[in-house]
């Protein structure tokens, strides 16, 4: 047998065992951001996070950013938006998120980004929306607001709701806005060199805020364990998930590794059960079913294509 056919067999092995893994390695930074309350500051931790990735990004595809120099300084503002929907919202308002509601609902609320992403496609991007993905938005929607409201749909008016909650939705809705974002503002740059790039608007707009929280009377120091969680955030969600992400749709095809990131609520939930003990009540397993299932109706009919989160 042919060694080129012999190496595409074995990429092929592998990218099939880490198609499974990227929806993982998402999920460590859903826990880090119930692990970093009291530890490390939330916008410090994203600047840290992106500013390491950023750094790593930068080395890998140096020659591409110094050959497209000119490109990079007349888009500037739009890594500087990008930055501030994905690295700023999506990054340190998780970890505000993280202060006060649990690994699963930041999870599962994140979950309906997808649907946001498709509805934000038909009325920004003129894309075409059938009855079936109507159905299925209006299910995710209500599983979003079911997981929110703790199942307590008769009771809403006497719901207490927590802050974090409300702050994943906005974050739901920055990751909906940078997905789309990057479709209308197509670019010639690689993804490694283009991710780059949004790290470095992203870290510019979190730099004021993280200097505003290090300055401050009660700031928490810079420990060993909050520069652990920094690295962790930094290699594994970040440069290790993203480059997985794109190596795998490179071997498999874009589909077939998309659909796979929907497994994230399950691996987020079973984490957050076994690492951080937090309770699985009815209201997330039913929430998590709808969110899911209008995902799914959502995506039919089409290559589901949701962006890699968090």
């Given at each position: 047998m042919p060694t080129e056919l012999l190496r595409q067999q074995a990429h092929t092995r592998w990218a099939l065992i880490l198609i499974w893994l990227t929806p993982m390695l998402w999920t460590v930074n859903q826990v880090v951001a119930r692990l970093a309350p009291g530890v490390?500051?939330?916008?410090?931790?994203?600047l840290g996070?992106?500013?390491?990735?950023?750094?790593?990004?930068?080395?890998?595809?140096?020659?591409?950013?110094?050959?497209?120099?000119?490109?990079?300084?007349?888009?500037?503002?739009?890594?500087?938006?990008?930055?501030?929907?994905?690295?700023?919202?999506?990054?340190a308002w998780v970890y505000m998120a993280g202060q006060s509601t649990s690994a699963m609902n930041i999870s599962l609320i994140y979950a309906a980004s997808p649907v946001m992403i498709a509805v934000g496609s038909v009325l920004w991007l003129g894309e075409h929306?059938?009855?079936?993905?109507?159905?299925?938005?209006?299910?995710?929607?209500?599983?979003?607001?079911?997981?929110?409201?703790?199942?307590?749909?008769?009771?809403?008016?006497?719901?207490?709701?927590?802050?974090?909650?409300?702050?994943?939705?906005?974050?739901?809705?920055?990751?909906?806005?940078?997905a789309l974002l990057q479709?209308?503002?197509?670019?010639?740059?690689?993804?490694?060199?283009?991710?780059?790039?949004?790290c470095m608007g992203g870290v510019v707009v979190l730099a004021p805020?993280?200097?505003?929280?290090?300055a401050a009377d009660d700031a928490l120091p810079l420990s060993?364990?909050?520069?652990?969680l920094v690295v962790v955030t930094a290699l594994v969600p970040g440069v290790g998930a993203y480059w997985i992400y794109g190596w795998t749709q490179k071997i498999l095809g874009t589909s077939r590794v998309a659909v796979t990131l929907y497994l994230g609520p399950l691996y987020a939930g079973l984490a957050a059960w076994l690492l951080l003990h937090e309770a699985m009540g009815w209201h997330h397993l039913v929430g998590g079913l709808l969110i899911l299932s209008g995902v799914g109706l959502v995506m039919a009919g089409k290559a589901p294509e949701p962006e890699p989160s968090s």
């Open positions: 490390v500051a939330p916008h410090v931790l994203a996070r992106w500013s390491l990735a950023g750094l790593i990004l930068t080395f890998l595809s140096r020659h591409e950013l110094w050959q497209m120099r000119g490109h990079i300084v007349r888009t500037w503002y739009q890594s500087l938006i990008l930055g501030a929907c994905g690295m700023w919202i999506c990054g929306f059938r009855k079936r993905q109507m159905l299925g938005v209006a299910m995710a929607l209500s599983g979003v607001l079911h997981v929110v409201v703790r199942g307590h749909w008769s009771q809403m008016a006497q719901v207490e709701w927590v802050a974090g909650d409300l702050w994943i939705v906005a974050a739901a809705i920055a990751w909906a806005a940078y479709k209308q503002w197509p670019s010639p740059l690689s993804a490694t060199a283009r991710l780059a790039t949004i805020f993280a200097a505003w929280e290090m060993l364990h909050a520069l652990t």
